[in-house]
């Protein structure tokens, strides 16, 4: 127990510090709020409207690609330096990290997170429908029955 006496009081004054740390923050800092100091501030351009919509989920999921690959090149390099000293266990365990790993990747994949532009969704084409159809062909007029004169 005593080999880890250092790294327990490192890690209790580490604690400590940030404790302190929050406490004097909170004691200490100036307290004047301001409309200009609660607004938004990116690249020095105050916004002028709110963004038209949420980021979509695929952004997301790009950013989760790179992560993923990151990790893997992160493991996979050290493995490709001593392999041959690992054997035949080194190459068993890169193999299920890869599976892992391919397993995430095709999972994102099949989430969309490399269908680019418009959404473009299948739909089932019934086939009643004809492929020549188009909005001339298929609104109808309506009678104006109960309805005020058309000017």
Do not use: H
């Amino acid at each position: 127990m005593a080999q880890y006496l250092p790294v327990v009081t490192l890690l209790a004054l580490a604690v400590l510090f940030a404790a302190l740390s929050f406490v004097a923050s909170r004691l200490l800092a100036p307290r004047n709020p301001t409309a200009a100091k609660s607004a938004p501030y990116e690249c020095g351009i105050v916004p002028s409207r709110e963004p038209p919509e949420r980021f979509p989920v695929r952004f997301y999921l790009v950013a989760m690609i790179f992560i993923v690959f990151d990790i893997e090149i992160i493991f996979l390099y050290p493995y490709a330096v001593i392999s041959g000293e690992l054997g035949a266990f080194g190459l068993v365990e890169m193999i299920v990290f890869v599976v892992a790993v391919f397993a995430s990747f095709v999972f994102l994949i099949a989430n969309g997170a490399l269908d680019w532009g418009p959404s473009r969704r299948l739909r089932r084409v019934d086939p009643r429908v004809s492929a020549e159809r188009t909005t001339a062909t298929t609104v109808r007029r309506v009678g104006l029955d109960g309805r005020e004169e058309a000017a």
